[in-house]
């Protein structure tokens, strides 16, 4: 069981290059999110998709787009990456909605970003 | 808006050392509380939860209660152990349809042996 797997692990990106952060979930989720991690700030939300179909904008959405492909995909586009998007990005999944309180996160491994 | 704010690290303990790392939230509602655990190369993990006041969450000899009157959720550990040395992010979601979690800046913790 391979739970929430994200491609690449690694990535250096120049200024202005476009690239796709690819996630799948094999838990049968409805909910996938893709969020960032820099230093001293947590996790932020870019993105979420409460639902196949749908998708909607967390905390810090400027400068990305998102597919929600199918139930088990979720992906992450940089139009033109910019070195502020330098940070380490999660996708995670969960069986939330809006009966369900107390359900938890599933985290992939990451995908470490650099834009010089 | 709803909010985690979590003590500064990182805390550096010796082994067998008592744990406490302080969690105090915002929130307009009643959410669920977490703690999650990264460990170096790897994503978020959950350690453990609670879903409503008094409840306490435990897992791996880590404990931590929802206050509601104080709105915290301190993690505490008896005894910590070198495999203990990670990042530790408290959270909390179910509002807003429960569709996102809210996570600290977490808190870095060493062991040493």
């Known amino acids: 069981n391979a739970g929430v797997t994200q491609t690449p692990k690694f990535q250096v990106l120049k200024t202005g290059q476009s690239m796709t952060l690819q996630c799948a979930q094999d838990?049968?989720?409805?909910?996938m999110y893709w969020y960032r991690q820099d230093p001293g700030m947590g996790l932020r939300l870019i993105y979420y998709?409460?639902?196949?179909?749908?998708?909607d904008k967390g905390e810090v959405p400027n400068g990305y787009n998102v597919s929600r492909l199918n139930k088990r995909e979720f992906s992450l586009r940089l139009e033109s990456a910019a070195p502020s998007q330098t940070s380490v990005y999660f996708c995670?999944?969960?069986?939330?909605?809006?009966?369900?309180?107390?359900?938890?996160?599933?985290f992939g491994q990451g995908t470490r970003l650099t834009v010089v | 808006g709803n909010s985690v704010t979590q003590m500064e690290g990182p805390v550096t303990l010796s082994e067998e050392a008592f744990l406490t790392i302080n969690c105090t939230y915002t929130?307009?509602?009643?959410?669920?509380l977490f703690w999650y655990v990264q460990y170096p190369g790897e994503g978020l993990q959950l350690l453990l939860k609670?879903?409503?006041?008094?409840d306490k969450g435990s897992n791996k000899g880590f404990e931590a209660t929802y206050r509601k009157e104080t709105t915290s959720f301190h993690l505490e550990k008896g005894s910590v152990q070198v495999s203990d040395s990670a990042v530790y992010f408290c959270?909390?979601?179910?509002?807003?349809?429960?569709?996102?979690?809210?996570f600290g800046a977490g808190t870095r913790l060493f062991v040493k042996a």
């Open positions: 995670a999944s969960s069986s939330s909605g809006a009966l369900l309180r107390n359900t938890e996160a599933f």
């Open positions: 838990m049968n989720h409805n909910s």
């Open positions: 998709s409460a639902s196949e179909g749908t998708t």
């Open positions: 929130a307009t509602g009643y959410p669920s």
């Open positions: 609670a879903t409503k006041a008094d």
């Open positions: 959270a909390l979601s179910g509002l807003d349809g429960g569709f996102k979690t809210i």
